[in-house]
């Protein structure tokens, strides 16, 4: 039973550009939601989404957005990529009207020059 | 969601009991406490849950009082594997609120000795 997983690993990107971020959930979970990692830091929430909508949203600019597809799989996307955008993106998965933890991937390591 | 405060970090050495504990003296009716670990460059680790009174799993136990303004993770006889940061979460996370956003705080880093 494959756990979330998210590709890339690793990513560099320059100052401007725009990256897209990969992720699929645990098996039988419907739910994927986005925190942003930076070094020393505890994750922070970025969104969710649950039957393709975003269903909450953290304290995140607009140049980040997402979206989910049928198979519950998601993306992530930041458009005009500031520094400050370096850090570690995880996804978490878990199972709407449940009493079940959320599970997360290891995370992309997107780095800004 | 309710705030928390656990030390910065703390020492221990192989085969000690570790306790970690967290304050969260605002928490609502309805959170309950959740415990993550997370190792460099990984994602974080569910390692228990609970609402009130004592919880034990095979990695770990959670105390919680009674006033549940503070709660205690307990690691028995720790290895050098176990070395990693533990966030403390306090949130409407359990059953109907499973899909809550997480509010980490900075954690606590365990630093396990030889």
């Known amino acids: 039973d494959a756990g979330v997983t998210q590709s890339p690993t690793h990513l560099i990107k320059t100052r401007g550009q725009q990256v897209t971020l990969r992720c699929s959930p645990k098996s039988g979970h419907d739910t994927v939601s986005w925190y942003q990692q930076a070094l020393g830091q505890g994750p922070q929430f970025i969104f969710q989404y649950y039957e393709e909508e975003e269903r909450q949203r953290g304290n995140f600019p607009d140049r980040f957005s997402g979206h989910q597809f049928p198979n519950y799989s998601s993306e992530l996307n930041v458009n005009a990529l500031l520094l400050g955008d370096s850090a570690l993106y995880l996804c978490?998965?878990?199972?709407?009207?449940?009493?079940?933890?959320?599970?997360f991937g290891d995370g992309t390591r997107l780095s800004i020059l | 969601l309710a705030k928390t405060t656990q030390p910065i970090s703390m020492d221990s050495y192989e085969g000690q009991e570790v306790n970690i504990t967290c304050s969260h003296n605002?928490?609502?009716?309805?959170?309950?406490i959740t415990w993550y670990q997370q190792f460099p460059s990984q994602g974080p680790r569910f390692i228990i849950q609970?609402?009130?009174t004592k919880v034990t799993n095979e990695v770990a136990s959670l105390f919680i009082p009674a006033d549940r303004k503070s709660s205690t993770l307990s690691l028995p006889r720790v290895s050098l594997s176990d070395t990693a940061v533990y966030y403390c979460l306090v949130g409407d996370i359990g059953y109907g609120g499973a899909t809550n956003k997480l509010i980490f705080g900075t954690g606590t880093l365990l630093a396990v000795q030889p």
């Open positions: 609970g609402y009130k």
């Open positions: 978490a998965s878990s199972l709407t009207d449940s009493n079940q933890p959320q599970h």
């Open positions: 605002n928490i609502a009716t309805n959170d309950y």
